[in-house]
C-alpha cells in the first residue's frame, strides 16, 4: 500500500516508519531547512549541519515514543534541537559576551547621520548582547525560539516543556529587562 507522504501529518509518517523506517525522510524533508535555520541562528552555521543532523537522528531513535496526538511535529524537533544546542550554551554565552566588549568606532567629524545612527546601533546592539548573556539558560532558550522561529507561544511551550502561560509571562518579564537596559522599548513578537 503506497501512503501519499505530502498529504499525510507528521503524526502519520512518524506512525508509518516505526514499519518502514524510510518514511522518516518525509518529516526529515518538511522540516529540515526550518531546523538548520533556527540551529545555524542559535549557534552559528559552522556547527548548524551537526547538530541538525543529530536533532533528526534523535527524533529518528525517538520516534516510537511520538505523540501521534500531535499532528506537526515541529515543537518536538525545536524541543530535540533547543536541548541539543544546550550542550553549546557556554561558546554561545562566550559569543554574545565578545560582542558586548567589541569597541565602538569614536565618531570624528565629517560623519554623516547614517555613522551616527549606526554608532547609536551598536551600542544597543551591544547592550542587547549583555541582557541577552545576563538571562538565565531557560529565558534565553525561550527569547530565542519565539524571536528565531515562526512557533506559537503554545508550540514553544510544548517544545520547551512549559505552560503558554508561562511563554506569555517570562517573556513579558524577558521584554521589560531589555527595555529597562537598553532604554529602547521591547518588540512584541509573537
Known amino acids: 500500500m503506497r501512503m501519499d507522504s505530502a498529504a499525510a501529518t507528521d503524526a502519520v509518517l512518524i506512525r ?11 518529516v526529515f524533508d518538511r522540516h529540515a531547512d526550518q531546523i538548520y535555520r533556527y ?19 534523535a527524533a529518528f531513535r525517538g520516534r516510537d515514543r511520538y505523540d501521534s496526538g500531535r499532528d506537526d511535529a515541529r515543537p518536538w ?42 554608532v547609536s546601533a551598536e551600542r544597543t546592539l551591544a547592550q542587547l548582547g549583555t541582557v541577552i548573556a545576563s538571562l538565565s539558560a531557560a529565558d534565553r532558550e525561550l527569547l530565542l525560539l519565539v524571536a528565531w522561529t515562526d512557533l506559537s507561544y503554545a508550540d514553544v511551550a510544548e517544545a520547551l516543556g512549559i505552560a503558554t502561560g508561562t511563554v506569555a509571562s517570562r517573556l513579558h518579564r524577558i521584554r521589560k529587562k531589555i527595555s529597562r537596559t537598553t532604554g529602547h522599548p521591547a518588540r512584541h513578537a509573537g
Open 39 to 57: 540551529v545555524a541562528a542559535r549557534v552559528g552555521p559552522g556547527i548548524a549541519d551537526d547538530v541538525t543532523a543529530e536533532t533528526f537522528l
Open 77 to 118: 524537533l525545536y524541543g530535540i534541537a533547543t536541548r541539543l544546542i544546550s550542550s553549546h550554551r557556554r561558546a554561545e554565552q562566550r559569543r554574545v559576551r565578545m560582542l558586548a566588549r567589541i569597541p565602538l568606532p569614536e565618531l570624528t567629524e565629517g560623519f554623516e547621520d547614517a555613522a551616527n545612527d549606526r
Open 16 to 26: 508509518h516508519s516505526l514499519t518502514r523506517p524510510e518514511v522518516f525522510a518525509s
